[in-house]
């Protein structure tokens, strides 16, 4: 099992930044994905960026030149700064973190409660 805990989420005003962390826990393997999905308002959920053990890094095309994703291997902690933020951005920020592998019993796949981030005046 695998836990989560997010953190920095809130409310800030557009073309301020926050920074969100997430921390996983528990029986963890290398070679894992961790990142960050987001679900606006009265919409599906979408990937916001995503970071790879190798820290090979995926962005989705609204947050790109505004948000960075990073991760500490050694702390199990994925982070997602985000800049420039607009109104557009608040939704509830979801953690992922995943293990990809050929045999299912090494994989596995766990998602954090989220946190709320809000940009409005």
């Known amino acids: 099992q695998v836990q989560l805990v997010e953190s920095g989420g809130g409310l800030v005003q557009p073309g301020g930044s926050l920074r969100l962390s997430c921390t996983a826990s528990g029986s963890i393997l290398s070679n894992n994905v961790m990142g960050w999905y987001r679900q606006p308002p009265g919409k599906e959920r979408e990937l916001v960026a995503s970071?790879?053990?190798?820290?090979?890094?995926n962005y989705a095309d609204s947050v790109k030149g505004r948000f960075t994703v990073s991760r500490e291997n050694a702390k199990n902690t994925v982070y997602l700064q985000m800049n420039s933020l607009k109104p557009e951005d608040t939704a509830v920020y979801y953690c992922?973190?995943?293990?990809?592998?050929?045999?299912?019993?090494?994989?596995?796949?766990?998602w954090g409660q989220g946190t709320q981030v809000t940009v409005s005046t």
């Open positions: 970071i790879t053990a190798d820290y090979i890094t």
């Open positions: 992922r973190h995943r293990r990809p592998a050929y045999m299912r019993q090494y994989q596995y796949d766990y």
